[in-house]
T-cell receptor, first 110, second 114 residues
Framework: DQQVKQNSPSLSVQEGRISILNCDYT??????FLWYKKYPAEGPTFLIS?????DKNEDGRFTVFLNKSAKHLSLHIVPSQPGDSAVYFC?????????FGTGTSLTVIP | ETGVTQTPRHLVMGMTNKKSLKCEQH?????MYWYKQSAKKPLELMFV???????ENNSVPSRFSPECPNSSHLFLHLHTLQPEDSALYLC?????????????FGAGSRLTVL
């Protein structure tokens, strides 16, 4: 059974607007949540993470929100830029194991 | 070289061939991983090595055989694969300790089984 789910396979946003990518998980024991970004022909690269004891973490244009009661996290990108166009993977870590979602392909339209 | 390096980047093999994927990390990490990425599926964890010891084998068929001779190198030996094994195979490494671990991925090896 999939422990981390990204229900939106794709998202299109105008340049300058906010991009919101969503992720749901099932296991309340996860310690950390991470977002990775993947360009074609490259491996995923780490973007931002959040500890399970926090509800928000911000790094420049990227903010991750965690709602533990809903077992939901989201990544906000604002303002969105064309270079942000990529596949974004949500991941959860527990016991040094990482569980990934299926990814959301973000397209930022100039 | 820095980061995680995977070779070859592309591999085409027949079902009776034997080949190997190689991964090397220059980050001083203690844990190394093999993941499989198939279309429209989440990244599937295959194997985990911590300090050269295999700590996870995620019900992977025996036609995939990992080898970790030291904490910097990881191999995936392939033999008698099936067409459904065609996928992107990603190697990753991490500090391998409790706390905020971050996986650092290689660029992947794109495998096609004919």
């Amino acid at each position: 059974d999939q422990q981390v789910k990204q229900n939106s396979p794709s998202l299109s946003v105008q340049e300058g607007r906010i991009s919101i990518l969503n992720c749901d998980y099932t296991n309340s024991m996860f310690d950390y949540f991470l977002w990775y970004k993947k360009y074609p022909a490259e491996g995923p690269t780490f973007l931002i993470s959040i500890s399970s004891i926090k509800d928000k973490n911000e790094d420049g244009r990227f903010t991750v929100f965690l709602n533990k009661s809903a077992k939901h996290l989201s990544l906000h990108i604002v303002p969105s830029q064309p270079g942000d166009s990529a596949v974004y993977f949500c991941a959860a870590e527990g016991g040094n194991q990482f569980y990934f979602g299926t990814g959301t392909s973000l397209t930022v339209i100039p | 070289e820095t980061g995680v390096t995977q070779t070859p980047r592309h591999l085409v093999m027949g079902m009776t061939n034997k080949k190997s994927l190689k991964c090397e990390q220059h980050l001083g990490h203690n844990a190394m991983y093999w993941y499989k990425q198939s279309a429209k599926k989440p990244l599937e964890l295959m194997f985990v090595y911590n300090f050269k010891e295999q700590t996870e084998n995620n019900s992977v068929p025996s036609r995939f055989s990992p080898e970790c001779p030291n904490s910097s190198h990881l191999f995936l030996h392939l033999h008698t694969l099936q067409p459904e094994d065609s996928a992107l195979y990603l190697c990753a490494s991490s500090q391998g300790r409790a706390g905020a671990n971050v996986l650092t991925f290689g660029a992947g090896s794109r495998l096609t089984v004919l």
